[in-house]
């Protein structure tokens, strides 16, 4: 376990939302201020038949968005296994897979429809792997839609055990919109984004990655 210069505590991604995953859920109005309907224009119009896979799930705070959409499959996958049991998907079309979204991904090539990453990619250490396993997972012509956020600056959180206040950042990589297009044309991603502003301050970008 790391420490920065005020002794706070560095987390890994998977150690932090085990932790709090009782307590996710107060976060979730902050989270969804950032969303949208802009994601739902870079979908198909019918919304039928998708193969769709969440990477970073979370405990399914993007799910009920897509609760409208007709699709065929939809794959939870996050590295937090608790966090994730929690994801709301309880149907037969709904999977639940615990991955490390640092490793080669758990799939056959080219089975994807729609993959979706909101607010994941901060924490992604070998970012170059995962562009290259969702190109091998898309099937061609299809999308990776991806809601990056703008991180000034890494924010201290604490968790309360019992009486005790613990305190603590989670581990981040800070990636430049400029990089993450570099990567994606490199794994042969046609790469478009829109600017997400909020109150004249860009917050966010939303990027689409399409697999030709």
């Not at 709904?94 to 640092?102: A, G």
């Not at 429809?113 to 607010?119: M, P, Q």
């Not at 099937?139 to 603590?168: A, L, N, P, S, V």
Request: glycine fraction near 2%.
């Amino acid at each position: 376990m790391a420490y920065n210069s005020k002794h706070v505590q560095i987390l890994d991604p998977e150690k932090w939302y085990n932790l709090i995953s009782d307590q996710y859920k107060q976060y979730h109005s902050h989270l969804d201020s950032f969303f949208n309907l802009e994601i739902f224009k870079f979908l198909p119009r019918e919304y039928e038949n998708l193969d769709i896979i969440d990477l970073g799930a979370w405990d399914g705070r993007v799910f009920k968005y897509f609760e409208n959409v007709s699709f065929r499959k939809y794959v939870a996958c996050d590295i937090a296994e608790k966090l994730l049991k929690k994801h709301p998907g309880k149907w037969i079309k709904v999977q639940k897979i615990v991955c490390d979204l640092n490793k080669k991904l758990p799939f056959d090539d080219e089975i994807f429809s729609i993959a979706t990453s909101f607010f994941v990619l901060e924490h992604i250490e070998n970012i170059e792997g995962l562009f290259g396993e969702v190109y091998r997972i898309l099937k061609y012509w299809w999308k990776w839609i991806i809601g990056h956020f703008i991180q000034r600056r890494e924010f201290e959180r604490e968790h309360w055990k019992w009486k005790d206040r613990m305190r603590f950042k989670i581990q981040q990589y800070h990636y430049r919109l400029e990089e993450l297009k570099k990567i994606a044309e490199y794994n042969f991603f046609e790469f478009n984004y829109q600017e997400i502003v909020e109150n004249l301050v860009l917050i966010w970008y939303l990027i689409v990655c399409e697999k030709k």
